[in-house]
């Protein structure tokens, strides 16, 4: 196991009735609120006049700041930012899913910027965020971590590069997780989300070079199972709160750095893959990793012939002999029984390879996070048509 500095940043307040509190919450770090959300399903759902009415009970004054996109745009995030200036906000509270959260990083570290050209230049790392507007976080829909990591995810709007930046000054001080607001959210929606869990968990799992890691691989394999599981409940009855209330504190275990603490070696190959089809074709990241994923295991397999046969037994129960196509076979019909793609053709009508193999060459020179050669990157994506 390799030495690690692990500092989890961000307060948890998890259990039905919880945004009720956020007011209090911001109240703890300032009086004026940039509100952010995306399309308006908090409008819909509730959460907005619970949070609205949480302000007014604690004298707060915000301004709004809606319309993100599930692939958080760099213009708008700017647009945020400018607008959290004018108001000379104190903090941000980002009420949405791992999109939302992201822009509000974006936002958070844009704040102290001039403009977009210079918030960009943190995402391809050209700059480094000195500082940064404190995050509350309200999560509505589980995902992807962002509410409990120092990540964040950016599209630029002209050039489709999706990047990210990463440092502790972005973590969210606080997370409001109420599994409540969960249980009407669409059966897709709800897949997609698994296999984004999914795949923060596996990745590490298939690429460790650690010879003896039992507590990351415990961790990785356990909550795989747990969301599996809970997936599977959710197909027979999408309100099972039980279900719901696993799936959202999976999805803030998923990636928040716990799982993967002192993992030798392990790399974040179908992220480096999936970014730029989300960032090319505005495919929902869930979407894209159920079609990266098996992908990759198809170009590794013989590799790690043995972590795919205890993935098979632990995760989806299977017994005897069988190949590592039979488990590549096996979690791909999972897939479609939940309702996500495993194929490129299945969620856009038409792309490049050779595109997608620039932007994905791109990226892995920033991340180094892959472990694949220009080559393989290409290969990877034939696999996926």
Not at 231 to 237: A, F, P, S, V
């Amino acid at each position: 196991m390799k030495n690690f500095s692990l500092h989890l940043q961000t307060r948890i307040e998890f259990g039905q009735g919880t945004i009720a509190r956020t007011g209090e919450e911001a109240a703890k770090l300032g009086k004026r609120v940039l509100l952010l959300y995306g399309k308006g399903s908090i409008h819909r759902n509730g959460v907005y006049d619970a949070i609205v009415k949480s302000f007014q009970e604690n004298q707060i004054e915000w301004v709004e700041h809606g319309g993100v996109s599930p692939n958080p745009r760099l213009f708008h995030t700017w647009e945020g930012a400018k607008l959290a200036q004018e108001f000379n906000a104190d903090l941000i509270v980002a009420a949405g899913g791992g999109s939302v959260a992201d822009e509000a990083k974006g936002i958070a570290a844009g704040f102290y910027t001039g403009g977009a050209d210079e918030l960009w230049d943190f995402f391809t790392r050209k700059a480094s965020v000195k500082q940064a507007l404190p995050i509350i976080s309200v999560m509505t829909m589980p995902a992807t971590s962002s509410e409990m990591n120092e990540a964040s995810v950016i599209t630029h709007d002209e050039t489709k590069e999706k990047f990210s930046v990463r440092t502790s000054l972005l973590a969210p001080k606080v997370a409001v997780l109420d599994p409540n607001v969960t249980v009407d959210i669409p059966m897709k929606q709800t897949a997609f989300a698994c296999t984004d869990i999914i795949s923060h968990l596996s990745e590490g799992f298939f690429t460790h070079t650690d010879p003896f890691a039992p507590v990351q691989e415990g961790f990785s394999l356990t909550m795989i199972t747990a969301v599996r599981q809970a997936m599977d409940r959710l197909m027979k009855n999408p309100k099972d709160l039980d279900a719901r209330s696993a799936v959202m504190w999976a999805a803030s275990l998923g990636w928040n750095g716990l799982g993967a603490a002192g993992w030798e070696g392990a790399r974040i190959p179908c992220h480096t893959l999936e970014h730029p089809v989300s960032g090319l074709y505005d495919v929902a990241h869930g979407a894209g990793l159920s079609i990266v994923t098996p992908a990759y295991l198809k170009l590794r397999k013989a590799q790690i012939t043995d972590r795919l046969r205890t993935f098979g037994k632990q995760i989806f129960g299977m017994e005897g002999s069988f190949s590592s196509d039979d488990v590549i076979g096996v979690l791909e019909s999972w897939y479609q029984t939940i309702g996500t793609p495993i194929r490129l053709g299945e969620a856009v009508d038409s792309y490049d390879i050779s595109l997608l193999t620039e932007e994905a060459v791109k990226l892995n020179g920033i991340w180094n996070a892959s472990g694949l050669s220009d080559e393989e990157i290409e290969q990877t994506y034939r696999l996926m048509e």
